[in-house]
């Protein structure tokens, strides 16, 4: 950067302070207010109101062009107790929590709901947000294109013909807020939400790719955050971020497996595909391997065929929750028998397309991706022989390998702040292992305490039933007290449903 003029010198400055979430002058700096009405949709709590914020387009442009957020809140239930906002931060990329504050009512327990208006939002992008759309063909909306499973012989080829032609398309369709899909620019939105709602701190119950988005924001604008809970959490390596993320399956689902293998092999299982659980593993191999010899016609499914990689995803799916169990056993033993398995349960294309131009818009835009082709390769075939089960898919080619640069590097996760976090993870979580978990305590370090539960799957708070997590949790987020160290809960395992 030159520095020929103290003007030209104000001038970068000012703009770098805006891409760092900095206080700077701007010129929309009067908050706006957001208007309450009814929320649509069906079987919605009736305290659930809904209303829209707009932010810019460009946070470093903020009297440019606008989008909107949806964002929704269910009051705090004594207005005499109430401390603030808990602002739910959706995982995927792609998810949306605008409806959250309904499930959370459900949920969470009632001292927690005393206390603060939740409130949901859709991010950038997302659903009932200014939305994007690739136009993605019906064919490259199937699971088995969109994460990179490779061909049955390890061929990496059909992936980045499939990764090319995605990218292409949402590059050509996604319209201008595609490319300003990133972590960052979900951080400054919060915090657009923030002042909208009137609050100087937020509370914050990130969830999953959440964690990493909650994460940037009491990193970018760490004395806006009150008390922050992440919960299964994301490695936040800036070398890599969503990268890894992906990569995280191929240790996350060896580390899960067991937990469905037991389930099983459990003598009182009516679902039970064997008589120890040792036998399990094996019995998945061999099965996805003679379906990718001899798939099975799938009526219902994307594509119509029940191959070896389908069946790889469906136990990617199942393992995120003990209650899939049966759903995978049912079609195990559809394969083995050589039976049409039931139709699947599959989103509209129109609610796919919206998930997948978000999702590939924040992995593509916050970080660079391997673009070489004998890399790649090299990464597959050894990832396969080391995580068989996921087949090399976690580290395979993506739409982000044809994908211009990011415009601005992702934030790095930093120990300054204050210690206000709170990180609850299962020690057997298929999608955000452990591991990362630990690199993101890490990160944290004093400003972090993380509790850690001896159980499998994904979501930890108010969700998987270990009464000393969610003692744990709640009582931060209803006295700020955190545990002095790190904590790891006991299993209180309930058996899946046969």
């Given at each position: 950067?030159?520095?020929?003029?103290?003007?030209?010198?104000?001038?970068?400055?000012?703009?770098?302070?805006?891409?760092?979430?900095?206080?700077?002058?701007?010129?929309?700096?009067?908050?706006?207010?957001?208007?309450?009405?009814?929320?649509?949709?069906?079987?919605?709590?009736?305290?659930?109101?809904?209303?829209?914020?707009?932010?810019?387009?460009?946070?470093?442009?903020?009297?440019?062009?606008?989008?909107?957020?949806?964002?929704?809140?269910?009051?705090?239930?004594?207005?005499?107790?109430?401390?603030?906002?808990?602002?739910?931060?959706?995982?995927?990329?792609?998810?949306?929590?605008?409806?959250?504050?309904?499930?959370?009512?459900?949920?969470?327990?009632?001292?927690?709901?005393?206390?603060?208006?939740?409130?949901?939002?859709?991010?950038?992008?997302?659903?009932?947000s200014t939305p994007v759309d690739c136009g993605l063909a019906h064919e490259d909306l199937s699971m088995t294109k969109l994460r990179p499973w490779p061909a049955a012989d390890g061929s990496?080829?059909?992936?980045?013909?499939?990764?090319?032609?995605?990218?292409?398309?949402?590059?050509?369709?996604?319209?201008?807020?595609?490319?300003?899909?990133?972590?960052?620019?979900?951080?400054?939105?919060?915090?657009?939400?923030?002042?909208?709602?009137?609050?100087?701190?937020?509370?914050?119950?990130?969830?999953?790719?959440?964690?990493?988005?909650?994460?940037?924001?009491?990193?970018?604008?760490?004395?806006?955050?009150?008390?922050?809970?992440?919960?299964?959490?994301?490695?936040?390596?800036?070398?890599?971020?969503?990268?890894?993320?992906?990569?995280?399956?191929?240790?996350?689902?060896?580390?899960?497996?067991?937990?469905?293998?037991?389930?099983?092999?459990?003598?009182?299982?009516?679902?039970?595909?064997?008589?120890?659980?040792?036998?399990?593993?094996?019995?998945?191999?061999?099965?996805?391997?003679?379906?990718?010899?001899?798939?099975?016609?799938?009526?219902?499914?994307?594509?119509?065929?029940?191959?070896?990689?389908?069946?790889?995803?469906?136990?990617?799916?199942?393992?995120?929750?003990?209650?899939?169990?049966?759903?995978?056993?049912?079609?195990?033993?559809?394969?083995?028998?050589?039976?049409?398995?039931?139709?699947?349960?599959?989103?509209?294309?129109?609610?796919?397309?919206?998930?997948?131009?978000?999702?590939?818009?924040?992995?593509?835009?916050?970080?660079?991706?391997?673009?070489?082709?004998?890399?790649?390769?090299?990464?597959?075939?050894?990832?396969?022989a080391k995580h068989p089960l996921t087949a090399g898919m976690p580290v395979n080619v993506m739409p982000c390998a044809f994908w211009p640069a990011p415009a601005e590097p992702p934030?790095?996760?930093?120990?300054?702040?204050?210690?206000?976090?709170?990180?609850?993870?299962?020690?057997?979580?298929?999608?955000?292992?452990?591991?990362?978990?630990?690199?993101?305590?890490?990160?944290?370090?004093?400003?972090?305490?993380?509790?850690?539960?001896?159980?499998?799957?994904?979501?930890?708070?108010?969700?998987?039933?270990?009464?000393?997590?969610?003692?744990?949790?709640?009582?931060?987020?209803?006295?700020?007290?955190?545990?002095?160290?790190?904590?790891?809960?006991?299993?209180?395992?309930?058996?899946?449903?046969?």
């Amino acid at each position: 950067m030159t520095t020929h003029r103290i003007a030209a010198l104000a001038a970068a400055t000012a703009v770098a302070a805006s891409l760092l979430g900095l206080a700077v002058p701007r010129a929309d700096a009067a908050p706006q207010r957001p208007s309450w009405t009814s929320c649509p949709g069906k079987d919605l709590d009736p305290r659930q109101r809904c209303a829209t914020v707009e932010v810019p387009l460009d946070h470093a442009d903020p009297g440019g062009q606008r989008i909107t957020l949806a964002v929704s809140r269910i009051p705090a239930e004594r207005p005499e107790r109430r401390r603030g906002v808990l602002l739910m931060v959706p995982g995927g990329p792609g998810g949306g929590a605008v409806d959250w504050p309904t499930k959370a009512a459900k949920q969470l327990p009632p001292e927690v709901r005393e206390m603060y208006d939740l409130v949901g939002f859709d991010p950038r992008g997302v659903g009932r947000s200014t939305p994007v759309d690739c136009g993605l063909a019906h064919e490259d909306l199937s699971m088995t294109k969109l994460r990179p499973w490779p061909a049955a012989d390890g061929s990496t080829t059909a992936n980045a013909d499939t990764a090319r032609r995605v990218a292409e398309t949402c590059l050509r369709n996604g319209g201008p807020v595609l490319r300003t899909l990133s972590t960052a620019n979900e951080a400054r939105d919060i915090d657009r939400i923030r002042e909208a709602l009137g609050e100087h701190r937020l509370s914050l119950w990130g969830i999953s790719y959440g964690t990493y988005a909650g994460a940037v924001y009491t990193t970018m604008f760490p004395n806006r955050t009150d008390r922050v809970v992440l919960d299964s959490n994301d490695d936040p390596d800036p070398a890599k971020v969503g990268r890894g993320w992906l990569a995280a399956f191929g240790p996350g689902t060896e580390d899960r497996f067991p937990d469905f293998a037991r389930w099983a092999a459990a003598p009182d299982n009516p679902l039970r595909l064997a008589e120890r659980p040792e036998q399990v593993r094996p019995l998945f191999l061999e099965l996805a391997a003679r379906l990718d010899r001899e798939p099975l016609p799938w009526p219902g499914a994307n594509p119509e065929a029940l191959d070896g990689n389908a069946l790889r995803e469906a136990l990617l799916n199942t393992l995120y929750d003990d209650e899939r169990f049966p759903s995978l056993a049912q079609l195990m033993r559809a394969g083995l028998e050589r039976r049409t398995p039931p139709a699947p349960q599959l989103p509209p294309d129109r609610a796919l397309q919206n998930t997948v131009a978000v999702s590939v818009g924040v992995l593509c835009n916050d970080v660079a991706w391997p673009r070489d082709p004998a890399a790649i390769a090299g990464d597959v075939a050894e990832s396969r022989a080391k995580h068989p089960l996921t087949a090399g898919m976690p580290v395979n080619v993506m739409p982000c390998a044809f994908w211009p640069a990011p415009a601005e590097p992702p934030v790095r996760i930093t120990p300054d702040g204050p210690p206000n976090v709170l990180l609850a993870q299962n020690l057997r979580d298929p999608a955000t292992p452990y591991a990362g978990a630990l690199k993101l305590r890490q990160a944290f370090g004093h400003r972090a305490r993380m509790v850690a539960v001896d159980s499998g799957g994904h979501d930890v708070y108010a969700a998987n039933g270990n009464a000393c997590g969610d003692r744990l949790v709640t009582a931060f987020l209803t006295t700020g007290r955190r545990p002095a160290g790190d904590v790891l809960c006991p299993s209180e395992e309930t058996p899946a449903r046969g």
